[in-house]
């Protein structure tokens, strides 16, 4: 079977996804947090785990044009404290989204108490830390660690070592940003009982450096480069690992079930 490289069908002048989950807060309460999946330019990484390159286009938008999709999608949401403004890439990277749009996006949200965005580890710098202090509500930033495996992490064609990682987090958490890290839940080149132990230890070497919040991936089938015959980890190995993470009582773990539950 010939593997599917052909990207869906997506408005520029609209956000792909626009929704609201639940999610609990550093504060221990579980609140409403809005989403908003912007459309723009694909990540430059190219990941080989990554399967978000099928939401993106191929040139960038126009100035100002992703300051009015997030514009637009407030406007269809429900009132909520925080908001995650994801672009399946880097939110400081200006091929993706304009620096203008980013501030004109901090002018839209200053009754938020949190933005959550992402962005890759060799990202992080100078714009990200102005960014932070121009804005009102809390920013956190998520980073993508995938595994600490070391035979595993540069096959992901991630262009990023833990050294780089352990720096982004410790320059972003002496700004007074928090970090979210993304953990992979088995790769294509882990068994599934090695997929987890991997995890767990990526937990702990998350932890380790002061990220405060983790979302365990499962890994799921990506029709540009993961292989027809990978099977995904079960939600019992994800229930496994993530109650892993809880037993360290060193912040909040979570496990992205995807639509299985």
Known sequence: ??????????????????????????????????????????????????????????????????????????????????????????????????????????????????????????????????????????????????????????KLNKSMTLDDFKKATEDLLSHDIFVRAFVLLRTPWHSEEEGAYWAKESIDFAHSIGVECISIIPLRQNPRNIDEDFIPPRIEVLNEVVAYGLSKNKGRVFGDAWDDV
């Open 1 to 154: 079977m010939q593997r599917l490289t052909v990207k869906n069908k997506v408005n520029p002048s609209e956000a792909y996804g626009v929704f609201t989950e639940d999610e609990l807060t550093r504060s221990g309460a579980i609140e409403p947090h809005n989403i908003i999946l912007t459309t723009n330019k694909e990540c430059p990484f190219k990941c080989v785990m990554c399967d978000l390159w099928q939401n993106t286009l191929d040139e960038r938008v126009a100035d100002g044009v992703v300051a009015k999709q997030v514009k637009d999608a407030l406007a269809s949401l429900p009132i909520a404290k925080h908001l995650k403004l994801y672009n399946a890439g880097s939110f400081f990277d200006r091929q993706s989204i304009p620096k203008q749009d980013t501030f004109q996006i901090a002018d839209m949200i200053e009754d938020f108490e949190t933005l959550i965005v992402e962005a890759h580890p060799k990202i992080i710098g100078k714009s990200c830390f102005e960014y932070s202090e121009y804005l009102k509500p809390q920013l956190d930033v998520a980073l993508g660690l995938e595994t600490v495996d070391p035979d595993v992490l540069p």
